[in-house]
């Protein structure tokens, strides 16, 4: 099913914006929906870590494009963020928010499949987001806690060459 998501949101109140950063960056992952995605990040100049036995850092938003959308992207995916606590002073042009994460994964068209190789994830987010200039809250770097997986990790390797 294809759908178009909007980039922004009408009413939303500063700390529901601020958020929404991180819903647009989870909702296209898991529609691989690049403009839904390139909407989330502040520009280039962004970072994303992943802490799990070892850390990753992936610098800039064309490296998190091609390691996050367009490796998760294609899969059969949902991303559940839950528990968002948003740290904002009203008028400020920075925020933070924590939140915890569970993300299951299948490989395109195999989702629905109940013997299926599924991939889960439960992690903690850590996010540093600025606010551009048209208003729009933006993540300038994310940061994932991995605290439990299960299932075959093999399915986030990249494809070999």
Same mark, same amino acid.
């Given at each position: 099913?294809?759908q178009?998501? $909007?980039?922004?949101?009408?009413s939303l109140s500063?700390?529901e914006a601020? &958020?929404?950063?991180v819903y647009?960056a &989870?909702?296209?992952?898991?529609h691989? @929906?690049a403009?839904l995605? #390139?909407s989330?990040? &502040?520009?280039?100049?962004?970072s994303m +870590?992943i802490h @799990?036995d070892t850390?990753?850092?992936l610098q800039?938003l064309?490296?998190?494009r091609?390691?996050v959308l367009h490796?998760v992207?294609p899969?059969?995916?949902t =991303?559940?963020?839950?528990?968002v606590?948003?740290?904002?002073? #009203?008028?400020?042009? !920075?925020?933070?928010?924590? !939140? %915890? *994460?569970?993300?299951? =994964? !299948? !490989?395109?068209?195999t989702?629905?499949d $109940?013997?299926?190789?599924?991939y889960?994830?439960g992690?903690?987010?850590s996010?540093d987001?600025?606010? #551009? +200039?048209a208003?729009?809250?933006?993540?300038?770097?994310?940061a994932l806690?991995?605290v439990? %997986?299960?299932g #075959?990790a *093999?399915?986030m390797? $990249? $494809?070999?060459?």
């Open positions: 099913m294809s178009s998501y $909007p980039q922004t949101l009408p500063q700390r601020i &958020a929404d950063a647009r &989870a909702i296209a992952s898991d691989h @929906d403009a995605f #390139d989330a990040w &502040a520009g280039e100049d962004v +870590e @799990d850390k990753k850092v800039g064309s490296v998190i091609a390691n490796r992207g899969m059969d995916t =991303h559940n963020i839950s528990m606590r948003v740290n904002y002073q #009203d008028g400020a042009v !920075a925020a933070s928010l924590t !939140a %915890t *994460s569970t993300a299951t =994964h !299948a !490989a395109s068209g989702g629905r $109940p013997n299926g190789t599924k889960t994830v992690g903690e987010y996010v987001l600025i606010k #551009d +200039e208003g729009v809250w933006r993540i300038k770097k994310l806690n991995v439990w %997986t299960t #075959d *093999s399915l390797r $990249p $494809p070999q060459k």
